[in-house]
């Protein structure tokens, strides 16, 4: 990543922009949804993805320490993901979130469980802590 924001300090127009969205350890929750509220099954590891977060938060801070950019603004905000079926919660992961999301065993037995006690529509809930931060180099 360092590599990349020297070069994108290289080509960026004076006072141009830069927008680093990236979803940050958090063990995110998953929640069973139904109608009569909303109760946490459990939470998924993350921490897979903490050597990328701290490479990633390393590069922004080289970057601004050499004065590439300068941070304009940051936030944080969630990021949902929704299933009906605790076998579509699972095959999304396994396809496109086993790179650094696991589901532990107790935690799907907890989803499991609130599913069967659950009646009528029922959803379930990942929710992603997702960093946004705007660098501008500098005019």
Same mark, same amino acid.
């Given at each position: 990543?360092?590599?990349?924001?020297? =070069?994108?300090?290289?080509?960026?127009?004076?006072?141009?922009?830069?927008?680093?969205?990236? /979803?940050?350890?958090?063990? /995110?929750?998953? =929640?069973?949804?139904?109608?009569?509220?909303?109760?946490?099954?459990?939470?998924?590891?993350?921490?897979?993805?903490?050597? $990328? $977060?701290?490479?990633?938060?390393? +590069?922004? +801070?080289? +970057?601004?320490?050499?004065?590439?950019?300068?941070?304009?603004?940051?936030?944080?905000?969630?990021?949902?993901?929704?299933?009906?079926? %605790? +076998?579509?919660?699972?095959?999304?992961?396994?396809?496109?979130?086993?790179?650094?999301?696991?589901?532990?065993?107790?935690?799907?037995?907890?989803?499991?469980?609130?599913?069967?006690?659950?009646?009528?529509?029922?959803?379930?809930?990942?929710?992603?802590?997702? %960093?946004?931060?705007?660098?501008?180099? /500098?005019?």
């Amino acid at each position: 990543m360092v590599h990349a924001l020297e =070069e994108s300090g290289r080509v960026l127009a004076r006072n141009g922009r830069i927008i680093d969205i990236r /979803p940050v350890t958090s063990y /995110p929750p998953i =929640e069973v949804i139904t109608g009569d509220g909303t109760r946490l099954a459990g939470r998924a590891d993350d921490s897979l993805g903490l050597p $990328d $977060d701290q490479a990633a938060n390393h +590069a922004v +801070a080289e +970057a601004l320490r050499q004065g590439v950019f300068f941070k304009e603004t940051e936030a944080q905000f969630q990021f949902m993901y929704y299933w009906d079926t %605790l +076998a579509q919660m699972q095959a999304y992961v396994e396809e496109r979130l086993s790179d650094w999301i696991i589901l532990g065993k107790t935690t799907l037995q907890n989803v499991s469980r609130l599913l069967s006690e659950s009646s009528g529509q029922v959803q379930l809930r990942l929710s992603l802590e997702v %960093l946004i931060s705007v660098y501008r180099k /500098p005019g």
